[in-house]
């Protein structure tokens, strides 16, 4: 049995490396069909054409992508392709002059020009 499934059917390679072997399928059109469905199917060119070529992650097709297909992509296409995630820490702005993160500068500007007796405006001291 083993020989007939392996020389008549077609074994989903991307499920066996995840963990999930021995998943079959009786032709080519239900394998292409799992892959659009489970996976990350290529769907240009011939690689569409054939429904065949599929990746496990979403990187891992944008990577094929721009390797097999990006001299077909419009220039704005592949620079979308090309993105990369960051994050970034969030970024608090600060008041000028007040607070413990005004720069020195700014906490002398800000008595130079301050009201005797008002105590909104940090010594910086």
């Known amino acids: 049995m083993w020989s007939h499934m392996q020389q008549r059917h077609f074994l989903c390679g991307l499920c066996q490396a995840a963990g999930t072997p021995h998943l079959?399928?009786?032709?080519s059109a239900g394998l292409a069909e799992h892959y659009?469905?489970?996976?990350f199917a290529c769907?240009?060119?011939e690689c569409?054409?054939?429904?065949?070529?599929?990746?496990?992650?979403?990187?891992e097709l944008r990577d094929h992508q721009l390797e097999r297909h990006?001299?077909?992509?419009?220039r704005f296409k592949k620079s979308k392709a090309r993105q990369l995630p960051v994050e970034?820490?969030?970024?608090i702005p600060r008041q000028a002059g007040r607070g413990?993160?005004?720069t020195w500068r700014e906490q002398q500007q800000a008595?130079?020009?301050?009201?005797?007796?008002?105590?909104s405006i940090s010594s910086g001291r």
């Not at 990006?70 to 419009?74: G, Q």
Request: without cysteine; charged residues 20%.
């Open 24 to 27: 079959y399928f009786k032709d």
């Open 36 to 39: 659009a469905g489970q996976h």
């Open 43 to 45: 769907r240009e060119g």
């Open 48 to 59: 569409g054409e054939s429904g065949l070529v599929a990746f496990a992650s979403e990187q």
């Open 70 to 74: 990006s001299n077909k992509m419009p």
């Open 88 to 91: 970034l820490p969030a970024i």
């Open 100 to 102: 413990h993160n005004a």
């Open 111 to 119: 008595q130079q020009y301050s009201i005797p007796g008002d105590s």
